[in-house]
């Protein structure tokens, strides 16, 4: 749960994205940036946390009243190598808040840190990690608790979607890729597994509020509602034409998750009235409208 350390509504002096270059990362400068916060943009040609000279660069980058946000990681992380490496990144940075404790860091983890469960998820749900990628979050997680005694918020999104992914991984983006090239969408299986899937706009929102209210304490960023991949995949073939195939396939291996991953998210939507996530239909709608429209620039 979070817990605000400003009463109402602050600007930042400052806001530092570790990690701007990547898809999340670039979105919550965006949103930043619209909203005329003093924001500074560090992607791995800036700052690679994986050089020895990191920590000395933050060191003289970093100011006592910045606000942090991390967002910085090789993901997923898929083996040992990996996880060394995002260890190393998360190093690098708390040695350099030795000598800069800055004013507030926003961490933005993963909803692959919980344990499976056929109930809803919460933010004090056990945090029991089944993959390395989750294994790799969480130890950061506690690096970061054991490092920094100021302000942490740790936002854990679930899987995340939008228009300028350059990722190409299952669910939305790829299906909406493959049906804007006029090519049929193969599940796993009959893509019978329900997810929730949220949009990266609602996730650098609810960063953007937690900076502002210097908020502490854990969000999980989520629509709170699931969906099963058939449904997704039919609803983004419906939205192309000419119209796409949607087929199943023999499934290799076990379902993620056991088939089912579902959140409750009234603790976020409590600590910000008026905050609201898209559905995942409303949020494909908006992608879609989007890439509509980048279509229409290119034609012109």
């Not at 002096?13 to 949103?31: H, P, S, W, Y």
């Not at 796993?188 to 929730?196: A, N, V």
């Not at 000419?242 to 600590?271: C, M, Q, T």
């Amino acid at each position: 749960m979070l817990i605000h350390n400003n009463l109402s509504e602050i600007c930042p002096d400052r806001v530092v994205v570790l990690g701007a270059g990547g898809f999340i990362g670039k979105e919550i400068v965006r949103q930043l940036v619209l909203k005329k916060v003093p924001t500074i943009s560090l992607g791995r040609k800036n700052v690679n946390l994986l050089s020895k000279a990191s920590t000395n660069k933050l060191v003289g980058l970093l100011k006592p009243n910045d606000t942090v946000i991390f967002v910085s990681a090789l993901a997923p992380c898929k083996d040992l190598i990996m996880l060394q490496d995002n260890l190393r990144m998360i190093a690098a940075f708390c040695k350099a808040l030795q000598k800069v404790s800055v004013a507030h860091i926003i961490y933005i983890s993963s909803d692959a840190v919980y344990k499976d469960s056929l109930e809803l998820i919460l933010e004090n749900s056990c945090a029991e990690p089944s993959s390395l990628h989750g294994v790799m979050h969480l130890t950061r997680e506690i690096i970061l608790k054991k490092s920094y005694a100021g302000p942490l918020a740790i936002v854990r999104p679930t899987l995340i979607y939008g228009f300028d992914d350059p990722h190409n991984s299952y669910g939305p983006n790829r299906f909406r890729r493959l049906a804007s090239n006029g090519e049929d969408i193969a599940l796993f299986g009959e893509g019978e597994e329900r997810r929730d899937h949220v949009d990266v706009e609602d996730v650098a929102e609810l960063i953007y509020r937690i900076a502002v209210f210097r908020s502490s304490g854990i969000a999980n960023a989520v629509s709170g509602e699931v969906v099963s991949f058939r449904e997704l995949a039919e609803f983004v073939a419906s939205e192309f034409m000419p119209k796409v195939f949607v087929s199943g396939s023999i499934r290799i291996g076990e379902l993620p998750h056991g088939g089912y991953r579902a959140f409750d998210n009234s603790g976020v939507l409590k600590a910000f009235p008026g905050l609201r996530f898209r559905s995942w239909r409303e949020g494909l709608q908006l992608v879609h409208s989007r890439q509509r429209l980048e279509s229409k620039k290119v034609l012109l």
